[in-house]
């Protein structure tokens, strides 16, 4: 089916946020992956490095991300752009919620801060 509906997609948490799956191998999609991302106020972002490129569109709030060191402050209708291979993070240091849409190709992975690679749930 080409249409996923809302009530089928699926919540994950980790570190305060969370990534609502739509787009996966587990649903059809052989190339992409999406999910939306919803950041609690006050939300420091984890920096972690990811293995694949990845768009991020800001929905509404402000996210505050750092690529590769540098810093900058995304508002709804903004893009992040993230390199593969990039160092990366995104928190929400305002008092409301923030969300974004996340696109990246299948085969996605990140490196924890402690050096682990994880999968995420989200983009299988």
Do not use: K
């Not at 972002?45 to 929905?59: D, I």
């Amino acid at each position: 089916m080409p249409v996923i509906h809302a009530a089928q997609s699926v919540v994950h948490q980790m570190h305060g946020t969370s990534f609502t799956s739509y787009a996966t191998p587990s649903r059809g999609s052989r190339e992409l992956c999406a999910w939306r991302i919803e950041i609690p106020g006050g939300t420091e972002g984890v920096p972690h490095h990811v293995s694949r490129e990845e768009v991020l569109y800001v929905l509404s709030g402000t996210l505050r991300v750092t690529v590769d060191g540098e810093a900058g402050d995304a508002t709804a209708g903004d893009v992040v752009l993230v390199p593969a291979g990039a160092q990366f993070a995104a928190g929400n240091l305002a008092g409301g919620p923030a969300a974004a849409w996340v696109t990246t190709t299948v085969g996605f992975a990140g490196v924890l801060p402690d050096g682990s690679w994880f999968t995420p749930p989200w983009t299988r």
